[in-house]
């Protein structure tokens, strides 16, 4: 990989992002699934959830991410590690990515619905009642934090190079997107759950209540779902409610109370 092969791995990875919340946010406009009670609520919703992604922009990626793991100066090197003596080729190696993360992904994902801590970060994405594209964002920098250095840590470890990580999020985060649309996605779309994690899929694990809360932890493949236990087949596209009940009040919705969630929710007694 070269310098001019991450600049345009750079170029894509922004303009899905931003054309993709573009499109989303049109069809949303068009034919939601959950209609948002006026216009005025649903751009209070987004411009709350893109708030959150600010930070996490300015904390996680450029403090964190840039600064501290200087993730940037790295991402052309290949560090050694434990796959160095095999001498991969790089389709191998990018594969071994896809999948080793999205395995660490879902177990992460399961720690922070067992263990209080990581929970009370987590409620940031798990407390919205109206799940739609922004949704996919809206998650604390303290959680986008943990994930970064999980995945520095693996990629340095395992010796892969970190552009395929630049690979990865162009795959995961338009992924996200689709999953918290909405919107009714084609049915040969919803198909593939077979392999991946469909919205409506996802949207099951939105629910407040047992036993959807704790299902679907699945980030990209619903393989490890079905392995292990979690998985639940939609019997809708959408469960009947979403969000956390006891954070739904304008205390936790706007943005201060989204970023001091991990702090004040500690009062609050579980189950939230």
């Excluded at 499109?23 to 987004?46: K, V």
């Excluded at 939105?206 to 998985?231: A, C, E, K």
């Amino acid at each position: 990989m070269t310098a001019e092969g991450v600049s345009l791995l750079t170029s894509i990875y922004l303009g899905l992002f931003v054309g993709g919340l573009a499109f989303f946010w049109l069809w949303e406009d068009g034919a939601p699934l959950r209609p948002f009670p006026d216009a005025r609520a649903r751009r209070r919703h987004a411009l709350r959830n893109l708030g959150v992604l600010a930070a996490v922009i300015l904390f996680a990626d450029l403090l964190v991410g840039s600064w501290l793991l200087r993730a940037g100066e790295r991402v052309l090197e290949t560090p050694p590690g434990l796959l160095t003596p095999l001498a991969l080729p790089i389709a191998a190696q990018v594969a071994i990515a896809f999948v080793l993360i999205d395995a660490i992904e879902y177990g992460l994902h399961r720690l922070a619905h067992a263990w209080r801590p990581l929970w009370l970060i987590h409620t940031v994405h798990h407390s919205d009642p109206h799940v739609d594209a922004t949704t996919g964002v809206r998650n604390h920098p303290l959680e986008t934090t943990v994930a970064i250095v999980v995945r520095v840590g693996l990629y340095l470890a395992l010796g892969l190079p970190l552009w395929i990580e630049l690979v990865r999020v162009i795959v995961v985060n338009t992924l996200f997107l689709w999953q918290h649309s909405n919107v009714v996605s084609p049915r040969w779309l919803e198909a593939l759950r077979l392999v991946f994690v469909t919205p409506a899929v996802h949207r099951q694990h939105h629910s407040p209540v047992p036993p959807l809360i704790d299902r679907n932890f699945g980030q990209m493949f619903s393989l490890w779902d079905r392995i292990f236990g979690t998985y639940a087949e939609p019997q809708s596209e959408a469960p009947p409610e979403y969000g956390l009940r006891k954070l739904a009040g304008e205390h936790w919705q706007s943005l201060p109370g989204l970023l001091l969630t991990p702090l004040r929710a500690r009062l609050v007694p579980d189950p939230l």
